[in-house]
C-alpha cells in the first residue's frame, strides 16, 4: 500500500512564500496524476493543481494560475507545490492525491475531481496571517 506524506506547511506571512512537500513510501509506486487539494476552515475541499506523473502537464485552478507551480520528482516519487505572494484566504489544509493509473483508459480522468483520485496523504496546514 503507497502512502503520501506532506510537508513543509507553517505559518508565512501576506505576500510570502512557501514549499509544499509530497512523498510517496510503501509499495511500487504508479501514478497518472498528482494532484493538490485545499481545505479552509468550514469550506469543502478544492481543487490546486495537478500534474500528470508521466508528460508533466499541468494544470491550475485560476484562483492560483498565476501564483502557485507544481513539480514533480520521479526518482525520489515526490510532488512539490511552490506557493508564492500567499493571501490570507490561502490559509488551508493541503492535500496531496494519486490517481493511479487506469488500464484501457481511452483518456485522463479531471484533474480537478475529487473522486479521480484513489490515495490521499493527511495533509498539512498552511497559515498565512501577519
Known amino acids: 500500500q503507497v502512502q503520501l506524506v506532506e510537508s513543509g506547511g507553517g505559518l508565512v506571512q501576506p505576500g510570502g512564500s512557501l514549499r509544499l512537500s509530497c512523498t510517496a513510501s510503501?509499495?511500487?509506486?504508479?501514478?497518472?496524476?498528482m494532484g493538490w487539494f485545499r481545505q479552509a476552515p468550514g469550506k469543502k475541499r478544492e481543487f490546486v493543481g495537478a500534474?500528470?506523473?508521466?508528460?508533466?502537464?499541468?494544470v491550475y485552478a485560476e484562483s492560483v494560475k498565476d501564483r502557485f507551480t507544481i513539480d514533480r520528482d520521479r526518482v525520489k516519487n515526490a510532488v512539490y507545490l511552490e506557493m508564492n505572494s500567499l493571501r490570507s484566504e490561502y490559509t488551508a489544509d493541503y492535500f496531496c492525491?494519486?490517481?493511479?493509473?487506469?488500464?484501457?483508459?481511452?483518456?485522463?480522468?479531471?484533474?480537478?475531481?475529487?473522486?479521480?483520485?484513489?490515495?490521499w496523504g493527511q495533509g498539512t496546514q498552511v497559515t498565512v496571517s501577519s
Open positions: 492525491a494519486n490517481s493511479l493509473p487506469r488500464e484501457g483508459a481511452q483518456s485522463e480522468p479531471p484533474a480537478n475531481m475529487e473522486w479521480t483520485y484513489d490515495i
Open positions: 510503501g509499495d511500487t509506486f504508479k501514478s497518472l496524476l
Open positions: 500534474i500528470n506523473w508521466d508528460s508533466g502537464r499541468r
